[in-house]
């Protein structure tokens, strides 16, 4: 069997209100002045765990205007405040992009890197400051991952930065803060995690020791999702997403995702469609053009999704197919890239830029062509 690496944050707390651990926690550790990045819907509800911080005589800059598809230029002006601020450490409170920016500004803020030198795996140099993160959309994993996303404006791609120094000393995981996360986002949200989930245990790279943590996220996402969808104080099913948004973010570090993340960047990064829609959409046109790689793996992430099984492995996989379609439906996500306003002279442009991201392709149990990705989004009109 194949060596795998599994990095993950030395803390992790899940449980609803479990808020109060992570202010429990920082005041026991010494540290003085805490950038905290989160964004304005959030802020009422983390406004308690903030005065008590301040209570305690901690200093606290709170930046809240992260914008949803963070650019490069975007990133060097919260760094540039964090800057003067002079943290000594860092929460990020809020969802993917929230958390991306609070683990790269803990990595560079006191450092002589620049961000567009760390694109790709392993080029940070250093661990910076100490910093946690409190997810607020049961979706990216990104409080357990290794992985941050920015938009590089000069080629209008959306781009990965890889490194053990990207994961969080902490993950907080508190279902309550999911609550009021509208439906549309929690819809986005929940199929991002699902295809995490889905791309790692179908990946080229798949392994027993993630498979675990693939196979559960499928199960629990599968089963909660409409119902968050449909009632988002469903306590149940907002802890059953968040959860599998956890299992979803253990994958990314030792297999990380493939061609539906590769295909869905040039979506965010020329037409700014929120990455969790983007996975949403192409995820069941992915799933088919991979099927004849791996069938068996395929036929069993239908039975975790919840279908009953076929005459035979093909016929189990594409119930699975079908399950996603219906999912994807019932939760708002539409099939046609043109709801999205995307026009199909795109299509050539889009292909290119996706195979750019040969960092996830070369994951896919499928090799994807240009044409296939050109075929893949053309059958989205």
């Not at 202010?23 to 008590?52: C, N, S, W």
């Not at 993630?210 to 499928?218: E, N, R």
Request: net charge negative; glycine share 8%; proline share 5%.
């Amino acid at each position: 069997m194949k060596a795998i690496t599994l990095l993950q944050p030395q803390k992790i707390v899940f449980g609803t209100g479990c808020i109060q651990t992570f202010v429990d926690d920082y005041k026991k550790m010494g540290l003085q002045r805490l950038f905290v990045l989160t964004a304005p819907p959030i802020l009422p509800l983390i406004e308690e765990p903030l005065a008590d911080l301040k209570a305690a005589g901690i200093s606290i800059e709170v930046f809240q205007d992260i914008v949803a598809e963070p650019t490069v230029n975007d990133f060097k002006k919260i760094l540039e405040v964090a800057r003067q601020f002079k943290a000594d450490s860092v929460v990020g409170i809020g969802g993917g992009s929230v958390l991306d920016v609070t683990k790269l500004v803990a990595s560079l803020t006191y450092s002589d890197q620049q961000v567009e030198d760390c694109f790709g795996t392993g080029f940070i140099k250093k661990h910076g400051l100490w910093f946690a993160c409190l997810p607020t959309t049961a979706g990216t994993g990104s409080e357990v991952s290794p992985n941050a996303i920015l938009l590089d404006e000069r080629d209008h791609l959306k781009k990965g930065i890889v490194s053990p120094f990207l994961i969080a000393d902490a993950a907080y995981v508190d279902p309550k803060l999911t609550w009021t996360v509208p439906a549309k986002v929690t819809a986005d949200t929940g199929m991002d995690a699902l295809t995490h989930c889905i791309e790692a245990y179908t990946n080229k790279f798949a392994h027993p020791s993630v498979d675990i943590y693939a196979l559960q996220g499928i199960r629990l996402i599968a089963a909660h999702l409409e119902r968050a969808v449909k009632d988002g104080k469903d306590v149940e099913a907002r802890e059953a997403l968040a959860f599998g948004s956890l299992y979803g973010g253990l994958c990314l570090g030792p297999v990380n995702t493939a061609a539906v993340h590769a295909l869905s960047y040039p979506l965010g990064g020329e037409f700014h469609i929120p990455h969790g829609l983007s996975n949403a959409i192409l995820l069941p046109s992915v799933m088919k053009f991979n099927m004849t790689a791996n069938v068996k793996r395929h036929a069993e992430v239908a039975v975790a999704l919840g279908c009953q099984p076929g005459k035979d492995d093909e016929e189990t996989a594409r119930r699975g197919v079908d399950f996603i379609y219906r999912l994807a439906a019932a939760v708002g996500i539409p099939d046609k890239l043109t709801a999205l306003r995307i026009p199909q002279t795109a299509v050539d442009g889009m292909a290119k830029a996706a195979m750019q991201v040969q960092r996830l392709l070369k994951n896919n149990p499928r090799e994807v062509t240009e044409q296939d990705a050109r075929n893949i989004y053309n059958s989205l009109y």
